[in-house]
């Protein structure tokens, strides 16, 4: 059984920072694609970051291109999301998720975490 365990969500003012982590078990992390989602109250949810397996390349929805950063380590089984110069606008659920190909700006993934609170006061 595939888990991947958010963390590092809070409250923070705007222009802060956060860092998000997802723990991922039960699959060879080496070989997944992963993503950060977010949704925010009465919208759909969005693709935030992806990173390929294969290459490590990255992704990035253009709000927060320059301020948010996908990273992972393997050894770890872990993938972060940096988040810097928090605009309220950022305020949502965050997901990580998974996936076994490596096209990652789709919402088409096969593994969920459960999301965490991000939340920034202006």
């Known amino acids: 059984q595939v888990q991947l365990v958010e963390s590092g969500g809070g409250l923070v003012q705007a222009g802060g920072a956060l860092r998000l982590s997802c723990t991922v078990s039960?699959?060879?992390?080496?070989?997944?694609?992963m993503g950060w989602f977010r949704q925010a109250p009465g919208k759909e949810r969005e693709f935030v970051a992806g990173?390929?397996?294969?290459?490590?390349?990255?992704y990035y929805t253009d709000s927060v291109k320059g301020r948010f950063t996908i990273s992972r380590d393997n050894a770890k089984n872990t993938v972060y999301l940096q988040m810097n110069s928090l605009k309220p606008e950022d305020t949502a659920v965050y997901y990580c998720?998974?996936?076994?190909?490596?096209?990652?700006?789709?919402?088409?993934?096969?593994?969920w975490g459960q999301g965490t609170q991000v939340t920034v006061s202006s």
């Open positions: 998720a998974g996936k076994d190909s490596i096209v990652v700006v789709t919402s088409q993934y096969d593994y």
């Open positions: 990173m390929r397996w294969s290459d490590r390349r990255t």
């Open positions: 039960g699959r060879t992390f080496t070989r997944l694609s």
